[in-house]
């Protein structure tokens, strides 16, 4: 199956699919979409996404949004190596962490939403980087906590292999730096993101590392 | 198992899960947590929820967080009925839809985030509907599209039976009707809830139908 991945090196969402894709060692052709020059608003990619947003996998026939349904489908149909444990309810933490990322932090810091606080809200730019700041703090001090309190955390969110829970993770914390998030507080994070940092996967899904790359 | 839910009646988030819950004939305990109150900030409710969100799920050893990790866990549990299909690609589709909510329209608009655009930024009353309005129309646009472009919607959201999409969609459309966004062009959705409103679950799972309605 040949893979198109519609994508745009620093969008954190694709990022989190370029790193899915990798640790299943799966290749695919990365299309860009350039989202500062509105390429996401283009009437042929809202053919192929009504939300306007990246990213979009295709194998050309159907076109998958949503990251972690993205996700998702990569784990049912290609396995190993798996993203998700075995134990529903460990399952359940991992996907708890996931989606505190996906839909309690990135949601309020993506680009259209600073966009749209910036144009049509009026805040001005260090009031937009307080934004973050206060979103991206509240959801990663819960998150350090849910990782420092289980015994199932390991030398990755769960357990000693990546996966859910890492590859959402570790895009935000590239956020949280742009924003200028001070990490001292969360050394289990930061020792977790220490750990993805030297698995190839993680390497080749980088934003510096892809062909849109500024 | 006898179930713990912590609650808020009007959360649309929880009352996902109180769908999900019906939908699959298991009975809990409905625990409110009373979000105007401050009572999620309380640290007995940190506890367990250290991002200080309901819903919460618990059989009495694990506490379960994230809507949609809770629902996913329901499903692997409980299978029957399913509230998402059985192909891959159908399942990708269910989850796209219910993530186009729970990612990227409820997130800008839950509790938290309105009170600190009042209070924080200051934004005004008016400002605060239209910003909810502008979401929650992108938002729900978008679904439309997906929804009457595709020959796997029926009366449902998937098919002719209400699942995953559905029960992230319904929620929605009240806090939609809340800020006083005009449903009108978006027929599908509206004929989709119409269906939901016949069916049992969702009506057992409606806000005046919990125990802290007010």
New interface residues.
């Given amino acids: 199956m040949a893979w198109r991945l519609y994508t745009y090196y620093r969008s954190t969402a694709a990022w989190r699919v370029r790193i899915a894709l990798a640790l299943k060692g799966l290749r695919y052709e990365a299309v860009p979409v350039h989202l500062r020059k509105d390429e996401q608003l283009a009437a042929d990619y809202r053919a192929i996404s009504?939300?306007?947003?990246v990213p979009t996998l295709t194998s050309g026939e159907?076109f998958?949004?949503?990251s972690?349904?993205?996700i998702?489908?990569l784990e049912?149909?290609h396995p190993e190596p798996p993203l998700l444990p075995a134990d529903?309810?460990a399952?359940?933490?991992v996907?708890?962490l996931?989606?505190?990322v996906?839909?309690?932090i990135?949601?309020?810091n993506n680009l259209r939403?600073l966009r749209?606080l910036k144009h049509?809200?009026g805040?001005s730019d260090a009031?937009l980087v307080a934004?973050q700041r206060?979103w991206i703090v509240?959801?990663l001090?819960?998150?350090e906590?849910?990782l420092a309190?289980s015994p199932a955390t390991g030398r990755f969110c769960h357990g000693d292999t990546p996966g859910l829970a890492d590859l959402c993770l570790i895009p935000q914390l590239y956020n949280a730096r742009r924003a200028d998030v001070d990490l001292a507080p969360y050394p289990v994070i930061r020792r977790i993101e220490a750990a993805c940092r030297e698995n190839p996967a993680f390497i080749a899904a980088d934003p510096a590392r892809q062909p849109d790359a500024e």
């Fill in positions: 009504p939300q306007a947003l159907q998958l949004g949503q972690l349904a993205i998702e489908y049912e149909t529903p309810v399952r359940a933490r996907r708890q996931a989606l505190a996906a839909c309690d990135h949601p309020l939403v749209h049509q809200i805040l009031a934004w206060h509240a959801g001090a819960a998150i906590t849910l309190q």
